[in-house]
């Protein structure tokens, strides 16, 4: 009997759960009884709310768990089991009383938000775990409750925190399972706008951190959502500023690996080059010929490489200008630390170099920073790089280069230094070409020929972007072999838009389509007759063809020699009048590379090209602190980085060297280990060197053989 004291009811909260989960309507008075003694405890608690009370959070977890449901079925859980840790009290059990409950969940909302200041750390989390079990059974509100747990975050309570975080986020990722729900999603965005000015600097940062949460996991991925966070950009909060800051900074990494993993089907492959190329006598023209039309290949396929946006959320802001303008207000009037300075320089240049803005304010301010002394130089060159565009007047980019020009590229700095300032002025010039002035390249393009390597290779790449952009700006022996792209290429003037109402290159095809006309009959006549023999012999025929050197030299030649207006109305009939296929792009595309590879009409290939890195020619819409940073040479480590190498690279040598065997470790050396210690000049005038000196031919044979023999009889024990 004494084992069935234990099992009293209304003192065992457990075993009465479990037996109401069984039979609900057998035990309706102990739970009503136990539902009173909850109300009397709640009035109790209203005197004395800073008090703990364990007989109140027990009641608490036992009315969450038996509030409601048929006993017939297990109520399906929704949410996130770790919210609310499985205690003795709140097991498994059907919720089954919700005539009685219903105002349950509306009671502790109130004990809750009047309270929660004053209340007991422990009894607080009571009450926000049965809150949580109630939500995830479907019997409160999402909006309301949610409501409540972000004016919770105030609380001075770490675990409670964490608590309502992970909940939070849940909570909304299930509400959006299926579909979304835009008015929730809506109630709860405004809510956090209000959230985010909260005078609790803590609250504030969850709520932020909530919704970049929910922005990563792709829930609150539209626009209101960012437009939300650019107002925690403002913030007098350091904490909330910098997440803010870091939220548009960073790097989308889904949408890196898709650009990284698309095909590139259109563009002629290597292959197909090397069947262009391969068909004919081999020579050591031709094979220069397939090594340059290779390095072209690589340089368009980076070149038509989707642009990779580094996030996608400073697209979706509202309005860029207005946003931008009140950043640079802000990174003028700040005093935080430069770090954070930084961040905002970063931020606004990104929107500037994306958007295509006007903040002309923006280049005096960055330009006081660039000095080669100064802290993180380097990315302020990648700020200056990437807030340039072809919509900012020249003049205004000048000013800048002429900066970077005199405090970087002089011979009183280091060649580190100078490398730096010409990729700097290398990077902005290739995003406004107009900003370049023809005294300041002629200076730039002298160093081709100085002593550091790194300087010469950043002005070689310096000459090799303006033979693509504007090659009448450099000098006759800087300008390379013409092609036919570097006659066509020129600088637009000032906001001029170049709109073809064309496919350039198309005229290709109509050339392609005459030959075929005017040889069908010879290859008609020819298949044929292949066809017949083939099939007495195997049964089968395999058409294999190839695109000849020949071929493709006769279709450009054709090309060359047309006149250019001739080219564009051929071109314009072409796009006009027919579907292009995946294949006639192709071909329009090999037609263009070639361009790049035949020279001028009038011009002969006198000179070699001169090699050059191709490496930075990739340039997207951001640029990366490896374009202003890139050193073609390694530069010399100094005494302590080669010795802190060595020492890293050295292991433990115990194992290479000869352990000593005494039978007694405590004698002394012997004779033989005296010798190595004694004077060289004692030694070499002593009996036994001035006699092994003197020995015949046969003395030093039987010396050898007794040495071996010795060694052999020691080897054999």
Excluded at 68 to 87: A, F, H, N, T
Excluded at 121 to 148: G, H, P, Q, V, Y
Excluded at 522 to 532: F, I, P, R, V, Y
Aim: charged share 30%; with cysteine; hydrophobic share 35%.
């Amino acid at each position: 009997m004494s084992g069935r004291q234990g099992n009293k009811l209304p003192s065992n909260l457990p075993q009465l759960q479990n037996l109401i989960k069984r039979d609900p309507t057998s035990y309706t008075e102990e739970f009503l009884q136990q539902y009173h003694h909850y109300q009397s405890h709640v009035e109790i608690f209203t005197f004395q709310p800073d008090k703990p009370s364990k007989e109140l959070a027990e009641l608490v977890m036992f009315l969450a768990q038996v509030s409601r449901c048929p006993p017939s079925r297990r109520p399906e859980r929704r949410g996130c089991g770790s919210c609310v840790s499985p205690g003795p009290v709140s097991a498994q059990v059907a919720h089954c009383y919700p005539e009685h409950m219903a105002s349950f969940p509306q009671q502790l909302k109130e004990l809750l938000s009047y309270h929660h200041t004053v209340l007991d750390a422990d009894l607080r989390m009571t009450f926000c775990k049965a809150l949580i079990l109630l939500r995830n059974k479907n019997l409160i509100n999402a909006t309301s409750l949610l409501e409540l747990f972000f004016q919770l975050l105030r609380c001075h309570d770490k675990l409670l925190r964490q608590t309502l975080y992970t909940h939070i986020v849940t909570d909304i990722k299930n509400v959006n399972a299926k579909h979304k729900n835009n008015k929730v999603n809506t109630t709860l965005q405004n809510f956090m706008y209000t959230m985010l000015r909260d005078s609790n600097p803590t609250a504030a940062k969850i709520s932020l951190d909530v919704m970049i949460e929910l922005y990563r996991r792709n829930i609150w991925n539209d626009a209101k959502t960012v437009n939300v966070i650019t107002t925690g950009c403002f913030s007098k909060v350091t904490k909330v500023l910098v997440a803010s800051l870091k939220f548009f900074i960073g790097r989308d990494e889904d949408e890196k690996k898709d650009s990284d993993s698309e095909s590139e089907d259109d563009l002629p492959t290597a292959r197909d080059l090397m069947i262009r190329y391969a068909t004919n006598k081999k020579t050591t023209k031709r094979k220069k010929k397939l090594e340059k039309a290779m390095k072209v290949l690589k340089k368009q396929k980076k070149k038509s490489k989707p642009e990779v946006f580094n996030f996608s959320a400073i697209h979706l802001i509202h309005d860029p200008q207005d946003f931008a303008e009140k950043l640079l207000k802000q990174l003028e009037n700040c005093k935080e630390r430069f770090e954070v300075k930084m961040m905002l320089m970063d931020l606004i240049s990104r929107l500037v170099g994306i958007h295509e803005l006007f903040l002309f304010n923006f280049y005096p301010f960055i330009q006081r920073f660039l000095q080669p002394h100064q802290r993180e130089v380097t990315k302020i060159l990648l700020f200056t790089a990437q807030a340039s565009h072809q919509l900012v007047p020249p003049e205004i980019i000048q000013s800048v280069l002429m900066t970077i020009a005199n405090n970087f590229v002089t011979d009183k700095n280091s060649g580190e230094v100078m490398t730096v300032g010409i990729n700097a002025i290398k990077e902005i010039t290739a995003r406004c070409p107009l900003a370049m002035t023809e005294d300041l390249l002629q200076d730039l393009v002298q160093y081709k020929t100085h002593k550091n390597k790194n300087v010469m290779m950043s002005a070689r790449t310096l000459i090799h972007l303006f033979r693509s952009l504007n090659p009448e700006m450099l000098q006759k022996k800087f300008r390379g072999k013409p092609t036919e792209a570097s006659v066509e290429a020129r600088i637009h003037e000032y906001g001029e838009l170049d709109a073809k109402d064309y496919i350039p290159g198309a005229e290709v095809l109509d050339i392609e389509s005459q030959k075929e006309k005017g040889g069908t009959g010879e290859e008609d006549g020819w298949e044929s007759a292949s066809l017949s023999e083939e099939d007495n012999e195997d049964g089968e025929w395999i058409d294999v063809h190839h695109s000849s050197d020949e071929e493709q030299q006769e279709v450009a030649e054709k090309v060359k020699s047309m006149p250019l207006d001739e080219r564009k109305a051929k071109a314009a009939a072409v796009s006009t009048s027919r579907l292009l296929t995946q294949e006639d792009f192709h071909k329009i595309r090999l037609a263009q590379l070639s361009k790049e590879l035949n020279s001028a009409p009038g011009k002969a290939a006198k000179r070699k090209t001169i090699e050059i890195d191709d490496e930075e020619e990739g340039r997207g819409e951001l640029l990366s602190l490896r374009d202003i940073e890139h050193l073609h040479k390694k530069p010399k480590s100094d005494k302590e980085t080669r010795l802190a190498t060595a020492m890293a690279g050295k292991t433990d040598r115990k194992e290479f060297v000869k352990k000593k065997t005494r039978i007694n470790p405590f004698a002394s050396s012997s004779n033989k280990e005296k010798k190595k210690h004694k004077n060289f000049m004692m030694m070499r005038y002593s009996h036994s060197v001035r006699t092994k000196n003197k020995r015949s031919f046969r003395e030093k044979q039987l010396a050898l053989r007794d040495a071996l023999l010795k060694k052999r009889k020691r080897l054999l024990k």
